[in-house]
């Protein structure tokens, strides 16, 4: 089967625009889950989709936003770009809960300027 | 949010070394990963521990779960260059459906 993939791979916005991240899980699966990593926080947990609802949501503000369609293709929206928006986004799928092993795709580096 | 203690931070071994690295946490947690990611990429998981006491080998990687459910350790034995790379642990307690991480392990090994 392929992998977690994650388009694009790399992204450079200025302040104030707005981004769309786009990932595709692995076959059959149907949880997507969102996070970002920064080298001050690490990991951070954003959502998990699962069926196109979010089911899960961690402590980020509203300007983070995503979805997910019917084929359990999901994507992150983040509006008004923060220069501390600038992380690694990673996204990671499971087959129906995300409490089962999670595989992560490699990411969308976003700079912001 | 919440997140594991993980340690140590960094670690520059000789090639051959055996490494030993460790995540607790105060809440009891009902699975552990063990995850390693290589510089711009996603991290690949390495280890699953599902049950308190688990201890399970991929290779040269050996990680336990732990027998209070606070706590997990992975073990990799006689390193090689290709082991450089950050190595995270993960968790997930009961009744939360979401992933909580370390902040890494930064592992160096020299030839």
């Known amino acids: 089967k392929a992998g977690v993939t994650q388009t694009p791979r790399y992204l450079i916005k200025t302040r104030g625009q707005q981004v769309t991240l786009s990932c595709s899980p692995i076959s059959g699966h149907r949880s997507v889950s969102w996070y970002q990593q920064t080298p001050g926080q690490g990991l951070q947990f954003l959502f998990e989709y699962f069926s196109e609802t979010q089911r899960n949501k961690g402590n980020f503000p509203g300007r983070f936003s995503g979805r997910q369609f019917s084929n359990s293709r999901s994507e992150m929206n983040v509006s008004t770009l923060e220069l501390g928006d600038s992380a690694l986004y990673l996204c990671?799928?499971?087959?129906?809960?995300?409490?089962?092993?999670?595989?992560f795709g490699p990411g969308t580096r976003l700079t912001v300027l | 949010g919440q997140q594991l203690n993980q340690s140590p931070q960094s670690m520059f071994i000789q090639e051959g070394e055996d490494v030993s690295m460790n995540c607790t946490s105060s809440?009891?947690?009902?699975?552990w990963l063990w995850y390693k990611q290589d510089p711009g990429e996603g991290p690949v998981l390495l280890i699953a521990l599902y049950k308190a006491g688990e201890l399970t080998s991929n290779g040269r990687l050996t990680a336990q779960f732990g027998i209070t459910r606070k706590d997990s350790f992975l073990n990799i034995s006689a390193s090689i260059p290709s082991d450089v790379g950050i190595y995270f642990c993960?968790?997930?307690?009961?009744?939360?459906?979401?992933?909580?991480f370390g902040k890494g392990t930064k592992l160096t090994v020299n030839p």
């Open positions: 809440s009891i947690f009902n699975t």
């Open positions: 993960a968790g997930i307690q009961g009744g939360s459906e979401k992933l909580v």
């Open positions: 990671a799928s499971t087959e129906t809960s995300s409490s089962d092993t999670q595989y």
